[in-house]
């Protein structure tokens, strides 16, 4: 490592070559999905290499290694949850409103009847399915509160399939 730290390619790819293995393994354990390991993987020797030179000799290789190992595993969890809540916290992902197995009908369906929402309906639901932005920001734009911008789109959301459902769509109401 420490010759890797002075800027000796040949020695990372010994680092590389001797401990990839025990690494991947140890992803494997933790992740249990190959996708996810090889992605923390990746990002592990990113880690190791942009840190090459705060290793000190004092700390053996392998837990040092290891600690950056945990600690992309720990951070690959927590986006992964963030990512997990994002899509909770959207709720209503557009997608499934113009899938006909969701309810809503097809996109031209959805389409068609948005002109007959409310300006604060349409404007709510460009921000959250067009411009991708959670409740709290589209609070922030119509200057209104979190939960009042997750009624407004909840409201929008169960008119257009009453709209859809009542021009002879087959489609199930809230």
């Given at each position: 490592m420490l010759s890797y730290s002075a800027g000796d390619m040949e020695a990372f790819e010994e680092l590389y070559g001797r401990h990839k293995s025990r690494v991947f393994g140890f992803l494997m354990?933790?992740?249990k999905d190959r996708s996810e390991a090889e992605d923390t993987f990746q990002a592990i020797f990113a880690k190791l290499h942009q840190n090459r030179h705060r290793y000190r000799q004092d700390i053996p290789f392998l837990p040092w290694l290891f600690t950056i190992s945990r600690n992309a595993v720990i951070d690959h969890v927590r986006k992964k949850a963030a990512r997990r809540k994002y899509v909770t916290d959207s709720e209503y992902p557009m997608e499934s409103?113009?899938?006909p197995d969701q309810g809503l009908g097809s996109m031209d369906e959805v389409l068609s009847e948005l002109a007959r929402l409310s300006e604060s309906q349409r404007q709510a639901l460009e921000l959250r399915f067009s411009q991708g932005l959670t409740f709290a920001e589209i609070a922030e734009?119509?200057?209104?509160?979190?939960d009042n911008s997750r009624q407004i789109i909840s409201r929008a959301v169960r008119k257009l399939r009453s709209l859809i459902a009542g021009r002879g769509g087959k489609h199930e109401q809230d």
């Open positions: 354990g933790k992740l409103y113009a899938d734009r119509m200057q209104t509160s979190a």
